[in-house]
């Protein structure tokens, strides 16, 4: 199965705006790549503030899209990002998770 990406680099830094925004603006455009296999989204670094809601995010997308892998990472720069969509494609079992390099 392929590994689709749904880059939302446009976040408010706010974690309650992030989300709002995130549900608002890219749920519907991501969920339109499920389509193409599994799914990982990518989303800019966010503070710990930011976790949980990244986390639920993750955890019921790959409830509503099984058997369809889905995946949420958050990386500083194009190198630790695709070292984690490298990562992912690889690891077959991993789904639901929310993985966010330390910068």
């Given at each position: 199965?392929?590994?689709?990406?749904?880059?939302?680099?446009d976040?408010?830094?706010?974690?309650?705006?992030?989300?709002?925004?995130?549900?608002?603006?890219?749920?519907?455009?991501?969920?339109?790549?499920?389509?193409?296999?599994?799914?990982?989204?990518?989303l800019?670094?966010g503070?710990?503030?930011?976790?949980?809601?990244?986390?639920?995010l993750?955890?019921?997308?790959?409830?509503?899209?099984?058997?369809?892998?889905?995946?949420?990472?958050?990386?500083?720069?194009?190198?630790?990002?695709?070292k984690?969509?490298?990562?992912?494609?690889?690891?077959?079992?991993?789904?639901?998770?929310?993985?966010?390099?330390?910068?």
């Amino acid at each position: 199965m392929t590994q689709a990406e749904y880059n939302a680099s446009d976040l408010p830094a706010n974690a309650l705006e992030a989300s709002a925004h995130f549900y608002a603006q890219h749920l519907g455009p991501a969920l339109a790549k499920r389509g193409e296999g599994d799914l990982v989204i990518i989303l800019p670094p966010g503070g710990h503030e930011h976790t949980d809601w990244r986390q639920a995010l993750a955890r019921d997308l790959a409830r509503e899209c099984a058997p369809a892998r889905v995946n949420v990472i958050a990386a500083g720069d194009e190198s630790q990002k695709d070292k984690l969509l490298r990562y992912l494609a690889d690891a077959k079992g991993v789904t639901g998770q929310y993985c966010q390099t330390n910068d």
